[in-house]
């Protein structure tokens, strides 16, 4: 402690430095699922800092979606220019957004940001509830898909956004090609609900990445779109290239899927800190 009695850097004598930052702009799941806590458990275990700009609050547990109340566009754009101007970021996330005016306010705010940003264009929960106004649509559409370095759609979405039903896996290029078309880098169109193992596409249009991973029997998949598209801002704010990033991101929510949990009496989640967790066991069983 220093004259004052107020502790001293925990490492040595030096300022310890912050790790890279990374902004979620989300919905806040009360189950802890999905949503801005999945973001930040996320983050937290790929070893950025996690911030939050909370856009909705929802009612929500292992079973659906009881309510949600979007908050107002001044305190969405508030938060952000308290996070942004002050500590700054070296990615952004956003996932439910809710509404029209929601959706362009934060589109303007990523516009005027340096730094990466990852959009998953959330329409509705796992369990089929409206987590966007079909106003929305449009918005994301012609606002926030431009200015996404990363896209990650489902096939749900891809079917919202852009009339593309995708069925095989030899549909995805035809679903990359219509989300590009709205002009993010890059897209990651999520095959998880084709049958056999889970397939991603990514691709900007010219190159393209395949990323396989055995599907694992478990129902508890809670949060996955959202823990996905935050590892992914996560790598990107650490210095990765977009391939790296996906295939870094792919290979944790793989692990995560594997280790989800019940939770409930309905669909549980995935479990953030799979490899905390193993790396614990590992360490207890060399004891």
Known sequence: MDQQGRLGPL?????????????????????G?????????????????????????????S???????????????????SVVDDIGVQAVKTGMLASAEL????ADLISGTDAPAVVDPVGVSK????????????SVRTKLLPVATVAT?????????TGVRVESEAQLREAAAAVLAYGPRWVVIKGGHLAGEAVDLLTDGSEEHWLRAPRHDNRHTHGTGC?????????LARGHTVPEAVRAAKEYVTGAIAAGFALGGGIGPVDHGWALSRAQGAAGAGE
């Open 11 to 31: 490492r040595g004598h030096g300022v310890v430095s912050a790790p890279p930052r990374v902004l979620t702009v989300a919905g806040s799941d009360s189950g």
């Open 33 to 61: 699922g999905a949503g801005i806590q999945a973001d930040l458990k996320t983050m937290l275990a790929l070893g950025v800092h996690g911030m939050s700009v909370i856009t909705a609050v929802t009612a929500q547990n």
């Open 63 to 81: 079973l659906g979606v009881q309510g949600a109340w979007e908050l107002p566009v001044e305190a969405v754009r508030a938060q952000y220019r």
């Open 103 to 106: 959706v362009e306010t934060v």
């Open 127 to 138: 369990h089929g509830d409206a987590l966007l106004a079909a106003s929305a649509l449009e």
């Open 153 to 161: 759609p489902n096939l749900d979405e891809v079917a919202q956004l």
């Open 227 to 235: 823990t996905l598209a935050s590892a992914i801002a996560s790598h």
